[in-house]
């Protein structure tokens, strides 16, 4: 019924946009509401499984979402975000079917702000450790240490303060504090779960085109999440805690980016299947640490062309082989992207997976290719 009522919505607006200025909705001297989009058609082959994910064929999804702003007085402004995501990969009235289609809440805040003083907000959104793992967190193929539900992904429930240009006194220097509330939501998946939270972050663009950025966070972490027995269960401890820093050379044509990230108890894996016990698994990694490089070359007449390294280790995992340090991820990631205007691109993406088979654990990382073409309005 909820999904229903979501679509309900959705789609008067998306039938509306012919008639719009560009996509501009409201725009006068009190109010400005804007409605933006994404038609994603992809295709992915990849015989990867791992848990309970199949990125194997058509992954195509749209993505629909509304922000506005709004004068309060001549001192304060209003402002607010909505962002669905939609599958479009089934088949039609496939919404009848409640596992046969799942409307994601991207997005879902409002706040005020005030010049010089900052803004603050409440709801679903960003958590800041992405401020700085963005950097390199870029391509199709996202980083294995962004995961939603935690202050390394989006989630509920946060409250973000931020600041540009430190009150107008330091050009460059943006901060952020967040503070995250216990969720609602419970389930026996330790990433769809967390307790409260805080978080920071401090970013700062010099004028020759450099940046350097550090990130902050910690949730604790329910009672079961900190004192699960079950064999099958790992990563046991009563608070997750990420930390990034990024470093950025941007200088339009080129771009290169580095980051190096450490969690604890943070980053979550499924589905795991052992030599030993032939059963899935499922946890938190006790201690993770995550490096990614990044060059990518902008060309005049539109073409992109990325390379993205990664690896991910984990270590000190519960109820694996001798309590053992695993590789998580290791891959190299090349993509190309061809823009016809700035609405609309194609893009071809292939990752080199070095870990085809873990000696400790039965997953498969294989190679994985998508391509795609996608219009944004």
Request: charged share 20%.
């Amino acid at each position: 019924m909820i999904k229903q009522k979501i679509l309900a919505i959705i789609i008067p607006i998306l039938f509306s946009i012919n008639s719009l200025n560009a996509a501009e909705i409201s725009n006068d001297n009190q109010n400005n509401i804007e409605i933006y989009g994404q038609i994603r058609e992809q295709f992915d082959i990849s015989k990867e499984k791992t848990g309970y994910s199949d990125l194997n064929g058509n992954q195509s999804n749209i993505q629909i979402g509304l922000k506005g702003e709004s004068t309060v007085n001549n001192l304060i402004y209003s402002y607010g975000q909505l962002e669905y995501s939609i599958p479009t990969n089934k088949v039609e009235f496939g919404f009848k079917h409640e596992n046969d289609i799942s409307i994601n809440n991207n997005l879902a805040f409002a706040g005020i702000k005030i010049p010089y003083l900052g803004s603050l907000d409440y709801g679903h959104n960003y958590g800041v450790i992405n401020d700085a793992l963005s950097w390199t967190n870029k391509l199709h193929f996202g980083s294995k240490f962004v995961q939603n539900n935690t202050i390394a992904g989006r989630m509920n429930g946060a409250f973000t303060y931020r600041n540009s240009d430190l009150f107008g006194f330091f050009d460059g220097l943006d901060i952020a504090a967040q503070y995250v509330q216990k969720s609602l939501f419970k389930t026996d998946r330790q990433d769809r779960y967390n307790d409260n939270g805080y978080g920071f972050s401090l970013t700062y663009i010099t004028p020759f085109n450099m940046g350097f950025s550090f990130a902050y966070g910690m949730q604790k972490r329910r009672n079961e999440e900190a004192t699960a027995a079950h064999p099958i269960i790992f990563g046991v401890g009563h608070r997750s805690e990420y930390w990034t820093t990024a470093f950025k050379y941007d200088t339009k044509p080129l771009y290169l980016a580095l980051s190096y990230s450490q969690s604890l108890n943070g980053i979550y894996l499924e589905g795991i299947t052992y030599h030993d016990g032939g059963y899935f698994a499922h946890g938190s990694i006790t201690k993770a640490r995550n490096v990614e490089a990044m060059i990518q070359y902008r060309f005049d007449f539109g073409l992109n062309a990325s390379i993205l390294y990664s690896r991910l280790e984990g270590y000190h995992i519960q109820n694996t082989v001798d309590d053992g340090n695993i590789p998580v991820g290791n891959d190299f990631k090349i993509n190309t992207t061809f823009y016809f205007n700035k609405n609309a691109f194609v893009y071809a993406e292939i990752v080199l997976n070095k870990l085809h088979k873990n000696r400790d654990i039965e997953t498969r990382l294989d190679n994985s290719f998508s391509t795609g073409i996608v219009y944004n309005f």
